[in-house]
């Protein structure tokens, strides 16, 4: 069997993967990329409508400094995030956004003097100076007390990744794209490396390195109805947790995006609020202000997400043939306006949906979007559990994202920590040798060729499509926005059921090379475990807090819950292993009001 | 009364031993607002499993999913059975490796492209942290984001005689993609570099003007202008190497 020697692995090559490789590989270290697809077509290509710094350039941004970014983040994480994490990411932002503009990314500009601009729907104006005229511009996003989220139209990922992976191709960083991670190379102790299955030939090869980093983005598509890519099935976290020592931080806390497009689930992004774009019900009537009079449309995606369903509860949803919604209204934003900063959304809408944004709604309801859980992290990206292993973006809980994630600060996380992670990692490669353990690679190559075997030589059981598909409607079903004891004992009942299935498959097809429904049993236990993870981890927390809403426990309770989730899953066990740390060591500021969300307090000294 | 489409589908997987190319026919009822995404996901998970294609941000986004259908490149997620007749033929987009079925390896292709046009910003100044950023004309950055947009599908290589005829040939993404730093203050390239990477027959000079690549762009990206500026500045550039006294 092939086996591949290098100083880093990188598991994933969007932006975080590629930024930590880039670092290494300008401290002349060897480096690959795996990857599902082509790097250019990662996840990350898909965020659409910015990056979160505090440059504080533009008129509505003045003012702006990593303390406001700080607070928002904070707020916006409802204190679940590691408050120390979060200082070192909004202090780092605005060099990672500087650092990409001279890698190439065309940021759009201020533009000095008048211009209108829209909040809700009315028509304000603004005068941008001329002494800051060409620097780095922002808009508006939910949750932000300035215009903080720096843009290019609405393909901010887009460009961002393709300048990306230009420096990496700089720098000599290696891609092995159509690759996958199966597992983890370790002996408790130490990561070696991974075992990795081609895509193109289906060959699994062994890869030994002495630095091992996941940064494969989330795992949204365990739920039926995701705005993720189809690749993010979680494969980075599947493979930390079946180490049984690498825990996974805070499975249950899943975002929902307000703007899913009805059907097929595509996003349009925050950005259409931020430029002023209203949510509406069946009568046509604005209803965010009613509930958040404040902020509106702009409050924080968990708050804004929650009081759409209610809204939709209330019978005031429109109907469709693919259930309630809501409408999306850009159209007084105007055309010009629309195919300039919003030109994604405007080809979205007119391929997806045959209508035109400019004079048509769009219909809209809440959507899996992000993972803010994974692979548990200290502040310098080494996983918890396992020395050489390391984590960054989104794959990872570092934690500075806490229970929701604000707008924009997703892609400054992927730079910011891969700068930072980076840096650590090639840290270590400068310090850290390994004896090479030969027993131990072929032992795991050996186990993974096992399973392949057994797999295509299975004569009973389920198709692997149709026990996915039942485990992405388990959690469609009971661990959504509003989650209750009595579902979440279901579900968690439920995919017990379903990681036997899982376990025991029946392949139609085992042809040669890739088969694609192969590729999908290797993967699938994996995923049902996560799936277990989360349910477990939200059955479990008492309290609600961020995007995870209790109905049974309404309140946030900062006295018992203001701790986060480790889920660990030894071998062999029916169910994961939860323990709890605290949220933060370091406390900059103490748990209080958001200001918005309007949700009841149990305080620490209660 | 809902249509009974018919999917004819390119068939063949190198890795398997004995397999040879052959067209297989999938019969699937059409549901309102059907696309070739959940079609193609739809055969593979209730008619055959084996099925090879690719599909990643489904949204029109990332580029995986070109294929040829009835004939004319496209992406695959954005294309409604609506538009399409009773009977859909899809084949791989031609040009790059078959991995299988309707799967290609255009990941490769792009990477060698873009290492041969050395494609990233030439700067010879060192990152200051401690800076604020250049200023830049937003005009300027915005006609960079207009080329910036090619999402590396290959519907224009796989729609290009010239690129059929011989594999070296660059093709319009790649041309788009040098317009694209020359319009870029940050690269400090000269055209005398650019010329070394563009300035041959697999670069701008192969190009027949045939303009099958701006036709089946599915980001409407001004390909025609692109092609004929860089052939433009080339050509200039061409000229000075033989006249010396131009200083070329």
Redesign the interface.
């Known amino acids: 069997m092939r086996i591949i020697y290098t100083d880093l692995l990188c598991i994933g090559a969007g932006l975080a993967g590629e930024r930590v490789a880039i670092e290494a590989a300008r401290a002349g270290f060897e480096t690959i990329c795996l990857s599902l697809v082509p790097p250019r077509r990662s996840h990350s290509s898909a965020a659409q409508g910015g990056m979160q710094a505090a440059l504080g350039n533009c008129i509505k941004g003045q003012g702006d400094c990593p303390d406001m970014h700080f607070q928002d983040t904070v707020k916006g994480s409802d204190w679940g995030c590691d408050q120390e994490v979060a200082r070192i990411f909004v202090e780092n932002a605005p060099l990672a956004i500087r650092q990409m503009d001279y890698w190439g990314v065309p940021w759009n500009r201020v533009v000095p003097g008048k211009a209108c601009y829209f909040k809700g729907g009315e028509k304000l104006e603004k005068e941008e100076p001329r002494d800051r005229s060409g620097l780095i511009t922002a808009r508006d996003f939910g949750g932000t007390a300035k215009w903080r989220a720096c843009y290019c139209s609405d393909g901010t990922g887009h460009a961002m990744l393709y300048t990306m992976d230009s420096v990496a191709l700089q720098y000599g960083v290696q891609v092995h794209d159509r690759t996958e991670a199966l597992s983890l190379i370790h002996d408790q102790e130490r990561c070696h490396g991974a075992v990795v299955r081609c895509l193109k030939t289906g060959e699994l090869r062994a890869y030994i390195s002495r630095a091992t980093l996941i940064a494969s983005g989330g795992f949204g598509r365990i739920y039926r109805a995701s705005t993720n890519a189809v690749i993010n099935e979680g494969g980075g976290q599947i493979i930390a947790l079946d180490t049984g020592g690498v825990p996974l931080g805070n499975m249950e806390a899943v975002q929902f995006h307000p703007t899913g497009i009805v059907p097929t689930d595509i996003l349009v992004t925050e950005g259409c609020r931020g430029d002023g774009g209203t949510l509406l019900d069946v009568n046509l009537e604005r209803f965010m202000p009613w509930y958040e009079p404040d902020k509106a449309e702009l409050a924080s995606r968990d708050v804004v997400s929650r009081r759409m369903q209610e809204h939709m509860a209330q019978g005031l949803g429109v109907k469709s043939p693919y259930g309630d919604h809501l409408w999306l209204d850009i159209r007084h934003l105007g055309r010009e306006h629309i195919t300039s900063k919003l030109r994604e959304v405007d080809e979205i809408c007119k391929n997806f949906l045959g209508i035109d944004p400019a004079d048509s709604l769009i219909p809209v309801r809440p959507t899996q979007h992000y993972s803010m859980g994974g692979v548990r992290t200290d502040k310098d990206g080494a996983a918890y559990g396992l020395k050489g292993l390391f984590s960054a973006g989104e794959a990872a809980c570092w934690d500075m994202h806490g229970f929701n994630r604000l707008g924009g600060n997703s892609l400054a996380e992927t730079v910011v920590a891969g700068m930072l992670v980076g840096r650590r990692v090639a840290g270590f490669l400068q310090e850290e040798d390994m004896r090479v353990d030969t027993a131990l690679v072929r032992g795991e190559l050996k186990k993974q060729q096992e399973r392949v075997d057994t797999l295509k030589s299975s004569t009973k059981g389920d198709p692997p499509f149709e026990v996915r598909n039942r485990m992405q409607d388990i959690l469609m079903d009971y661990v959504g926005i509003f989650r209750n004891e009595k579902d979440l004992h279901l579900a968690g009942e439920k995919l017990q059921q379903v990681l036997q299935s899982a376990e025991n498959p029946k392949l139609s097809s085992s042809k040669a090379g890739a088969d694609p429904e192969l590729s999908l049993a290797l993967r699938l236990p994996g995923m049902v475990r996560l799936a277990l993870c989360v349910a477990f981890g939200a059955l479990e927390r008492r309290e609600s807090r961020g995007s995870h809403a209790r109905e049974d426990y309404p309140a946030r309770n900062d006295r018992d819950w203001l701790v986060r989730t480790l889920a660990f899953w030894p071998g062999g066990r029916a169910l994961p292993r939860l323990e709890y740390e605290p949220a933060t060591k370091v406390v900059e500021i103490p748990p209080g009001e958001r200001g918005y969300g309007g949700c009841e307090v149990i305080s620490a000294e209660s | 009364m809902n249509r009974k489409l018919t999917f004819a589908i390119f068939r063949y997987?190198?890795?398997?031993?004995g397999s040879r190319p052959w067209m297989q026919e999938f019969r699937l009822e059409e549901t309102?607002?059907l696309?070739l995404f959940v079609a193609l996901n739809l055969v593979?998970?209730k008619q055959?499993?084996?099925?090879?294609f690719?599909?990643?941000?489904?949204?029109?986004?990332?580029?995986?999913c070109a294929m040829v259908i009835n004939g004319r490149p496209g992406l695959a997620c954005?294309t409604?059975t609506a538009e399409l007749p009773d009977k859909i033929v899809l084949m791989p987009l031609p040009g790059f490796r078959l991995?299988?079925d309707l799967s290609v390896?255009?990941?490769?292709w792009?990477?060698a492209m873009?290492?041969r046009i050395?494609?990233?910003?030439h700067?010879d100044e060192e990152?200051d942290?401690d800076?604020?950023?250049?200023?830049?004309?937003?005009q300027v950055?915005?006609q960079?984001?207009e080329l910036?947009?090619c999402?590396?599908c290959g519907c224009c290589i796989g729609a290009c005689a010239t690129a059929q005829m011989r594999s070296d040939f660059l093709g319009a993404a790649a041309m788009n993609r040098i317009a694209r730093f020359m319009l870029?203050p940050?690269?400090k390239r000269e055209n005398r570099e650019y010329f070394e990477v563009v300035g041959t027959e697999q670069g701008i000079f192969g190009c027949m003007g045939l303009l099958g690549c701006q036709d089946v762009c599915p980001k409407n990206l001004p390909l025609q202008d692109q092609l004929s500026h860089v052939r433009r500045k080339m050509g200039w550039q061409a000229l000075k190497k033989i006249l010396p006294w131009s200083g070329g």
């Open positions: 997987n190198p890795q398997e031993p309102e607002n696309n593979r998970e055959d499993p084996s099925l090879q690719d599909f990643c941000c489904r949204a029109g986004i990332c580029g995986a954005r409604k991995g299988g390896d255009t990941g490769a792009f990477r873009n290492a050395r494609s990233w910003i700067n990152f942290p800076a604020p950023e250049v200023v830049m004309d937003n950055a915005e960079i984001y910036d947009r999402i590396e870029d940050r690269d």
